[in-house]
């Protein structure tokens, strides 16, 4: 007999993950984590260019409507009407596991991207983010495999990913130009049992 009851799967230890909404408050949002150029040097493969509220609106209602699951990472509200500390306060970041085409669906797998505000990083939210979202991946979504890529000069993307378990599988030798030099694009990648493996030693049923 089964033991699972309702529950809210939209929360972690620190953080609760709602919905992108259709408001200028995340459209404002949005365009902050998107115009961040530092950050997104790291993360873009692309020729960076200065964002433009046109391009992070695109980028917006992908993240709404195109991924698997596509959310905003929130502090939860120190006050609500009724109590409830799970209510989404501040947003601090954007999280999102990529869909592939339909015909690709039997093979089970994802991206994962992530990015968090500037004013956050460093207190270990991404990590948290990222881990949340391998659960979602793996015990909702019913994924068997989930990867990401970091570039090599993104030494803290690369400590962070092996530290929270992920393999790295291979490397595209000097396939990025930045900052008049050629790196490498690292994929990293983790599968269901190793994922189950990593939780029941932490102690955790899943």
């Not at 799970?86 to 990015?115: M, Q, Y």
């Not at 990222?130 to 989930?146: E, K």
């Not at 790295?168 to 008049?180: A, H, K, L, V, Y």
């Amino acid at each position: 007999m089964s033991t699972t009851e309702p529950f809210d799967p939209f929360r972690s230890e620190r953080l609760v993950y709602r919905a992108v909404n259709d408001t200028p408050e995340d459209e404002q949002f949005v365009h902050s984590i998107q115009k961040d150029a530092e950050a997104q040097s790291g993360a873009s493969y692309g020729l960076l260019r200065p964002e433009s509220m046109k391009a992070s609106n695109e980028f917006k209602q992908h993240v709404a409507e195109k991924c698997l699951l596509g959310a905003i990472i929130c502090l939860p509200s120190p006050t609500s009407e009724n109590g409830d500390v799970d209510v989404a306060g501040e947003p601090i970041g954007i999280v999102c596991l990529k869909s592939n085409p339909p015909h690709f669906a039997h093979h089970r797998w994802t991206d994962i991207s992530i990015d968090i505000a500037r004013k956050h990083r460093g207190l270990g939210y991404g990590g948290e983010a990222i881990s949340w979202a391998l659960w979602y991946a793996f015990q909702m979504a019913g994924l068997h495999r989930v990867q990401l890529c970091a570039f090599s000069f993104n030494e803290s993307a690369n400590r962070l990913y092996k530290k929270l378990g992920f393999k790295e599988e291979g490397r595209q030798r000097e396939s990025m130009w930045f900052n008049g030099g050629w790196h490498d694009n690292v994929t990293y990648g983790m599968l269901e049992d190793e994922w189950r493996d990593m939780q029941r030693k932490a102690g955790k049923q899943v």
